[in-house]
């Protein structure tokens, strides 16, 4: 079992910036894949960014340039700078964690919503 505790989120203005925190505890894998995905209301859930053990990231083409993700392996914990923000980024965000066995667990969520 993996819990995700995340931190993070508010209210900010267009071209603000916000940062997302998540640690994982537990069973964790020495091999595995942590990162953020988000959900607006009506929306379906959609990959914002992730980063795998070994540093490869990726990021979904509406965020890329603006968000940067990173992590502490050492720590179990990743990291979200969003910088530029819009008012389409408001959404949940929830941290997500894939192991090498397959196994995928997501935080609570965390409230972002961004003012015009």
């Known amino acids: 079992q993996v819990r995700l505790t995340e931190s993070g989120g508010g209210l900010v203005q267009v071209g603000g910036s916000l940062r997302l925190s998540c640690a994982a505890s537990?069973?964790?894998?020495?091999?595995?894949?942590m990162g953020w995905y988000r959900q607006a209301p009506g929306d379906q859930r959609e990959l914002v960014a992730t980063i795998n053990t070994g540093g490869l990231t990726k990021y979904a083409d509406s965020v890329k340039g603006r968000f940067i993700i990173s992590n502490d392996n050492a720590k179990n914990t990743v990291l979200l700078q969003m910088n530029s923000l819009k008012p389409e980024d408001t959404a949940l965000y929830s941290c997500?964690?894939?192991?090498?066995?397959?196994?995928?667990?997501w935080g609570q969520g965390t409230q972002v919503t961004v003012s015009s």
């Open positions: 997500y964690y894939g192991s090498d066995l397959g196994s995928k667990y």
């Open positions: 537990g069973s964790i894998r020495r091999t595995n894949v």
